[in-house]
C-alpha cells in the first residue's frame, strides 16, 4: 500500500505548529512552529483588564508558514500523499464575522479594532455577562448552564459575544454572526466559511456554547432575548447542528492547495479544542485523566456515556457526547494559570532588570530564570511551614469558575527568597491540580491513570514530580512533543478514511510514553497538611 501522510496543526495561545506524519505509521516527517507577530509585541492585550485579544492575520500567516515549513522538511513526494489535514486551535476564542464567514478585523475599517479580532480563552473582560447568564439559567426552565458544570464562565462564547456587543457599537452594526477558532480556520482551509453551512465543532459548541442536543441546539430565542434583546434572533444566524472530528468538514480549496503546494483532494477534518485533540494523542482510554499542561491546564476525561448516564458533574468544564471521540462522553476541567504562574514570577523579577540594565540583560535573565528557579527550588525540604500560595492568578476555571478571584501568597518572612516563594507557586498549581482531581472523585467518577502532555509537562521534572506527589498518583508523560498536532493529524487520518475509528488510528499512530512520575511517600504526607493550608487560604480569599 502506498503511504498515506496527514497534517495535524494545533494553534496554541503564543504559537501554531503544524506536523506532518504518516497515517499507517504515526512517524513525523516534518513539523514547524511559528510564534504569532502581532500577539508576540502585546498588541491590542491589556493584561490589567485581562482583555487578549488575537489578529486573525497572525492565524492566517501562522497557518500558511507552518504548513509549507513542516512540508519543506519532508520528502519530496510526501506531498501528492497527504490526505488529511486537522486543526485543533484554544477556545472558546470566537469572533465576529460578517456573512461571508470573514472576521471583521481583517476588513481594513475594522483591521485595528480588537473588537473584531479573535477573543482569545484567556480574555476576562465578560465577569459581569458571564454572572448575569448564569443567574438567568438558574432560573429559567431550563437551566443550560447543567451539562457545563453549572457555572457558566466568561472565558466562553456567550458571555464574550455579549460583552462585546454591549461595549462596540460598529460590532453591533457589522457582525452577522460568530464563529470558534477552530471552526473558522477550518472552514478557510476548505473555502467555505459561511457562518450558516460551515459545519461547526461538538467540543466547542458543547463545551462552551450551551449546545446540547436536549435543547435543540443552542439555549432558545427567548432566553437569548431575555438575556439581553442585543442577542435577539442571533441564534438563527449560528447553527442548529455540531460535527464531530471524525468527520469531513470538506476538501482542501484550489486557493489554499496552490497556496501550500497540495492536492484538491486533501480532506479537512471537523475542528475541536487543542486540549480535546490532545488527549486522543496522548492515547486517551476511558477514564483516563488526560491534563494539557502549558500557560493554562487542560483536563480531558472520557467515559463511555451509559456509564456517566444522566449524572451531571458539578462545577468541570462541561460533559459534552463526542466532544473528544464519537460516541463517548468528553469531560473537560482545567486550571486558568499554570505555566502562566510560572511566567508571571519570571516578568516580575525580570521587569525592573529591563528597566535599569537593558533588554539584553533582561532576555539573558529571562532566559535561565525558570530552570534556575526550578532547581533551587527542587534543593528545598518540604515541610508544613512553607510558605503557601493560591494559584489563581488569572481567576479559577474549575473546580466551580470564578474569574473574579485573584491569588495571594501567605506566610512570607524576612528569610523568604525567591526559590522560596516560586517553590510555594509550582505547589499551588499541583494543589488547584488535586482539587480537580478531588472533585472529578467526590462526583463518582473514577481516574483510571494520570497521562500529561503540554511545554511544561515535557521540560519540568521538578514540576511534574511535585505534581505527582501532591496527587498522590503516578502521571505518564507522553512521548510526542507535539501530542496535540499528533491528536490532530490522528483526526485527519480517520476524517480521511484512513482508520474506521480514533481508537484505530492511536493504535496505529500513537508514539506512547517516555517518563513516569511515582509519589513519593515522604512528600505527600507533607503535602496532604499542605493542600488544607491551600483550601483554608482559599476559602479566606474567596470569602473576602
Ligand atoms: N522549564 C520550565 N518549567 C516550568 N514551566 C515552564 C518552563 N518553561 C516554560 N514553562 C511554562 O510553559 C508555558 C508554555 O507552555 P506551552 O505548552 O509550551 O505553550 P502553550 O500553553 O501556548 O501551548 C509558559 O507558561 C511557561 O511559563
Ligand atoms: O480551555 C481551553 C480548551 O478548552 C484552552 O484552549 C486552553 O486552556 C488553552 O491552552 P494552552 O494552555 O495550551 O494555551
Same mark, same amino acid.
Given at each position: 500500500?502506498?503511504?498515506?501522510? +496527514?497534517?495535524? &496543526?494545533?494553534?496554541?495561545?503564543?504559537? &501554531?505548529?503544524?506536523?506532518?506524519?504518516?497515517?499507517?505509521?504515526?512517524? /513525523? &516527517?516534518?513539523?514547524?512552529? #511559528?510564534?504569532?507577530?502581532?500577539?508576540?509585541?502585546?498588541?491590542? *492585550?491589556?493584561?490589567?483588564?485581562?482583555?487578549?485579544?488575537? #489578529?486573525?492575520?497572525?492565524?492566517?500567516?501562522?497557518?500558511?508558514?507552518?504548513?509549507?515549513?513542516?512540508?519543506?522538511?519532508?520528502p519530496a513526494e510526501v506531498?501528492?500523499? @497527504?490526505?488529511?489535514?486537522?486543526?485543533?486551535?484554544?477556545?472558546?476564542?470566537?469572533?465576529?464575522?460578517?456573512?461571508?464567514?470573514?472576521?471583521?478585523? %481583517?476588513?481594513?475599517?475594522?483591521?485595528?479594532?480588537?473588537?473584531?479580532?479573535?477573543?482569545?480563552?484567556?480574555?476576562?473582560?465578560?465577569?459581569?455577562?458571564?454572572?448575569?447568564?448564569?443567574?438567568?439559567? #438558574?432560573?429559567?426552565?431550563?437551566?443550560?448552564?447543567?451539562? @457545563?458544570?453549572?457555572?457558566?464562565?466568561?472565558?466562553?462564547?456567550?458571555?464574550?459575544?455579549?460583552?462585546?456587543? =454591549?461595549?462596540?457599537?460598529?460590532?453591533?452594526?457589522?457582525?452577522?454572526?460568530?464563529?470558534? #477558532?477552530?471552526?473558522?480556520?477550518? /472552514? @478557510?482551509?476548505?473555502?467555505?466559511?459561511?457562518?450558516?453551512?460551515?459545519?461547526?465543532?461538538? *467540543?466547542?459548541?458543547?463545551?462552551?456554547?450551551?449546545?446540547?442536543?436536549?435543547?435543540?441546539?443552542?439555549?432558545?430565542?427567548?432566553?437569548?432575548?431575555?438575556?439581553?434583546? %442585543?442577542?435577539?434572533?442571533?441564534?438563527?444566524?449560528?447553527?442548529?447542528?455540531?460535527?464531530? $472530528?471524525?468527520?469531513?468538514?470538506?476538501?482542501?480549496?484550489?486557493?489554499?492547495?496552490?497556496?501550500?503546494?497540495?492536492?484538491?483532494?486533501?480532506?479537512?477534518?471537523?475542528?475541536?479544542?487543542d486540549a480535546h485533540m490532545?488527549?486522543?494523542?496522548?492515547?486517551?482510554?476511558?477514564?483516563?485523566?488526560?491534563?494539557?499542561?502549558?500557560?493554562?491546564?487542560?483536563?480531558?476525561?472520557?467515559?463511555?456515556?451509559?456509564?456517566?448516564?444522566?449524572?451531571?458533574?458539578?462545577?468541570?468544564?462541561?460533559?459534552?457526547?463526542?466532544?473528544?471521540?464519537?460516541?463517548?462522553?468528553?469531560?473537560?476541567?482545567?486550571?486558568?494559570?499554570?505555566?502562566?504562574?510560572?511566567?508571571?514570577?519570571?516578568?516580575?523579577?525580570t521587569g525592573p532588570v =529591563?528597566?535599569?540594565?537593558?533588554?539584553?540583560?533582561?532576555?539573558?535573565?529571562?532566559?535561565?530564570?525558570?530552570?534556575?528557579?526550578?532547581?533551587?527550588?527542587?534543593?528545598?525540604?518540604?515541610?508544613?511551614?512553607?510558605? !503557601?500560595?493560591?494559584?489563581?492568578?488569572?481567576?479559577?476555571?474549575?473546580?466551580?469558575?470564578?474569574?473574579?478571584?485573584?491569588?495571594? !501568597?501567605?506566610?512570607?518572612?524576612?528569610?523568604?527568597?525567591?526559590?522560596?516563594?516560586?517553590?510555594?507557586?509550582?505547589?499551588?498549581?499541583?494543589?488547584?491540580?488535586? $482539587?480537580?482531581?478531588? =472533585?472529578?472523585?467526590?462526583?463518582?467518577?473514577?481516574?483510571?491513570?494520570?497521562?500529561?502532555?503540554?511545554?511544561?509537562?515535557?521540560?519540568?521534572?521538578?514540576?511534574?514530580?511535585?505534581?505527582?506527589?501532591?496527587?498522590?498518583?503516578?502521571?505518564?508523560?507522553? $512521548?510526542?512533543?507535539?501530542?496535540?498536532?499528533?491528536?490532530?493529524?490522528? *483526526?485527519?487520518?480517520?476524517?480521511?478514511? &484512513?482508520?474506521?475509528?480514533?481508537?484505530?488510528?492511536?493504535?496505529?499512530?500513537?508514539?506512547?510514553?517516555?517518563?513516569?512520575?511515582?509519589?513519593?511517600?515522604?512528600?505527600? +504526607?507533607?503535602?496532604?497538611?499542605?493542600?488544607?493550608?491551600?483550601?483554608?487560604?482559599?476559602?479566606?480569599?474567596?470569602?473576602?
Amino acid at each position: 500500500m502506498n503511504n498515506q501522510y +496527514v497534517i495535524g &496543526v494545533d494553534f496554541g495561545s503564543d504559537s &501554531v505548529r503544524a506536523l506532518v506524519v504518516n497515517a499507517q505509521t504515526g512517524e /513525523a &516527517v516534518g513539523t514547524h512552529v #511559528h510564534e504569532y507577530t502581532r500577539w508576540k509585541k502585546g498588541l491590542y *492585550c491589556d493584561p490589567a483588564t485581562s482583555q487578549f485579544r488575537q #489578529h486573525p492575520l497572525d492565524y492566517l500567516e501562522g497557518l500558511t508558514a507552518t504548513i509549507t515549513g513542516a512540508l519543506a522538511q519532508a520528502p519530496a513526494e510526501v506531498r501528492q500523499q @497527504v490526505v488529511g489535514i486537522s486543526i485543533d486551535t484554544t477556545g472558546s476564542t470566537p469572533c465576529a464575522v460578517d456573512e461571508t464567514g470573514l472576521p471583521l478585523a %481583517l476588513r481594513p475599517d475594522f483591521a485595528e479594532n480588537p473588537s473584531g479580532m479573535f477573543i482569545l480563552w484567556k480574555d476576562h473582560t465578560a465577569n459581569a455577562e458571564a454572572e448575569e447568564i448564569n443567574n438567568l439559567a #438558574h432560573h429559567w426552565d431550563t437551566d443550560y448552564t447543567k451539562y @457545563v458544570g453549572g457555572i457558566y464562565s466568561s472565558e466562553w462564547f456567550w458571555a464574550k459575544m455579549l460583552r462585546t456587543l =454591549r461595549v462596540d457599537e460598529t460590532i453591533r452594526e457589522h457582525a452577522f454572526s460568530w464563529i470558534e #477558532h477552530c471552526d473558522w480556520i477550518s /472552514a @478557510v482551509l476548505t473555502g467555505n466559511a459561511n457562518p450558516l453551512t460551515l459545519k461547526r465543532s461538538r *467540543c466547542a459548541a458543547g463545551h462552551k456554547a450551551l449546545w446540547h442536543s436536549e435543547f435543540d441546539g443552542l439555549p432558545s430565542d427567548e432566553f437569548l432575548t431575555k438575556l439581553d434583546p %442585543l442577542l435577539s434572533g442571533l441564534r438563527d444566524r449560528l447553527f442548529t447542528d455540531t460535527y464531530t $472530528s471524525d468527520q469531513s468538514m470538506g476538501h482542501l480549496s484550489p486557493e489554499w492547495a496552490e497556496k501550500l503546494g497540495l492536492s484538491t483532494n486533501v480532506v479537512i477534518g471537523v475542528g475541536a479544542f487543542d486540549a480535546h485533540m490532545g488527549a486522543i494523542g496522548a492515547e486517551i482510554e476511558p477514564y483516563a485523566f488526560v491534563r494539557i499542561i502549558g500557560t493554562s491546564t487542560c483536563d480531558i476525561l472520557m467515559a463511555p456515556n451509559e456509564e456517566i448516564g444522566h449524572r451531571l458533574i458539578r462545577g468541570i468544564c462541561g460533559q459534552v457526547d463526542g466532544s473528544v471521540a464519537p460516541g463517548m462522553l468528553g469531560l473537560e476541567a482545567g486550571q486558568s494559570a499554570f505555566g502562566d504562574v510560572y511566567a508571571w514570577f519570571a516578568r516580575l523579577i525580570t521587569g525592573p532588570v =529591563r528597566e535599569l540594565l537593558g533588554q539584553d540583560a533582561a532576555d539573558t535573565l529571562s532566559q535561565q530564570l525558570i530552570p534556575h528557579l526550578s532547581t533551587q527550588a527542587a534543593k528545598l525540604p518540604v515541610t508544613e511551614n512553607d510558605v !503557601i500560595a493560591l494559584d489563581w492568578i488569572n481567576g479559577r476555571r474549575t473546580p466551580d469558575a470564578n474569574h473574579t478571584l485573584k491569588a495571594a !501568597i501567605a506566610g512570607l518572612n524576612l528569610g523568604t527568597d525567591a526559590p522560596k516563594v516560586f517553590k510555594a507557586l509550582v505547589e499551588a498549581t499541583a494543589f488547584g491540580s488535586r $482539587s480537580i482531581v478531588d =472533585r472529578f472523585l467526590e462526583e463518582g467518577v473514577p481516574i483510571k491513570k494520570v497521562i500529561a502532555i503540554g511545554g511544561v509537562a515535557k521540560k519540568s521534572p521538578f514540576v511534574m514530580q511535585t505534581l505527582a506527589d501532591v496527587l498522590n498518583k503516578p502521571i505518564q508523560v507522553a $512521548s510526542a512533543d507535539q501530542a496535540c498536532a499528533l491528536g490532530a493529524a490522528m *483526526c485527519a487520518a480517520v476524517a480521511a478514511g &484512513v482508520h474506521p475509528t480514533m481508537e484505530a488510528a492511536q493504535r496505529a499512530m500513537g508514539s506512547g510514553f517516555d517518563a513516569e512520575y511515582t509519589p513519593q511517600s515522604d512528600k505527600v +504526607v507533607v503535602y496532604e497538611a499542605l493542600y488544607k493550608k491551600y483550601l483554608k487560604l482559599g476559602a479566606f480569599v474567596e470569602g473576602h
